[in-house]
């Protein structure tokens, strides 16, 4: 009687034993799993985070310049890198924003995940999800002025990728770099459909700031990366480079 009452005890305590591991690993996964998403939500790929070596930015900033590599000139803000309004809460994101000011140029990573994709669907009442590679955005910055004016800047050049679950663009506009008229620049999200074309009288899918002229100005480093870059693309460019 008291083997078997000995043998019970063990049991429940094995029992209790393994209901314990298991739960410890439950949250232990939970954990590593949030953490994921937090590092990735704020991580550009390295085939993302690499500046374009466009013809302006080599003649300007590349190693046959005067002004290689220069520091301060290129500049970026920390804003909420993502969509808050609610019809597209955290749907969208800008995890790089640049301004190459000798350039004259904005470089903007945006991005979206998944779970975009199958939203614009529901809204659409679309009756397949969109792939992945799809063209169904319209990306556009905007630049407000104090006076009350804004340009719209459509971009020169486009570069996607994706990884896990994400899809990420890269993005070149020329010519936009702010100035003391001007109170704020944004990156404007569209739904054009694949044959579409975005209707700017619109109210955007979502619209993210990028400068806003009461915020501090950050210099951007060039890293080696982005001088590889510019030296790579010296030969391959039509750059007038001097």
Do not use: H
Not at 3 to 23: D, H
Not at 100 to 121: G, M
Request: aromatic residues 14%; glycine residues 6%.
């Amino acid at each position: 009687m008291a083997e078997n009452y000995r043998q019970k005890g063990f049991g429940q305590r094995l029992f209790t034993s393994i209901v314990k591991a298991i739960l410890v690993c439950c949250l232990l996964g939970l954990f590593i799993l949030l953490f994921w998403r937090m590092c990735a939500a704020d991580s550009v790929p390295n085939e993302m985070k690499v500046i374009t070596p466009t013809p302006a930015m080599v003649r300007t900033y590349g190693p046959t310049s005067s002004t290689a590599y220069p520091e301060g000139d290129a500049f970026y803000q920390t804003y909420g890198l993502y969509t808050y309004n609610e019809e597209a809460y955290g749907y969208f994101s800008a995890p790089q924003a640049i301004f190459f000011t000798a350039a004259d140029e904005l470089q903007v990573v945006v991005r979206y995940n998944i779970s975009t994709l199958k939203k614009i669907a529901q809204v659409q009442s679309l009756t397949d999800i969109p792939a992945r590679d799809a063209d169904i955005f319209d990306y556009s910055v905007v630049m407000t002025r104090v006076d009350g004016g804004e340009v719209r800047y459509q971009p020169t050049q486009i570069a996607k990728y994706n990884k896990g679950l994400y899809c990420y663009a890269r993005l070149v506009f020329s010519g936009c770099i702010p100035t003391d008229n001007t109170e704020g620049v944004f990156v404007d999200f569209y739904y054009v459909g694949e044959n579409g074309s975005a209707d700017y009288t619109e109210t955007p899918l979502a619209a993210l700031c990028l400068y806003e002229n009461i915020n501090t100005n950050i210099p951007y480093r060039f890293t080696n990366a982005d001088k590889d870059a510019l030296t790579s693309a010296v030969g391959t460019l039509t750059t007038n480079v001097q």
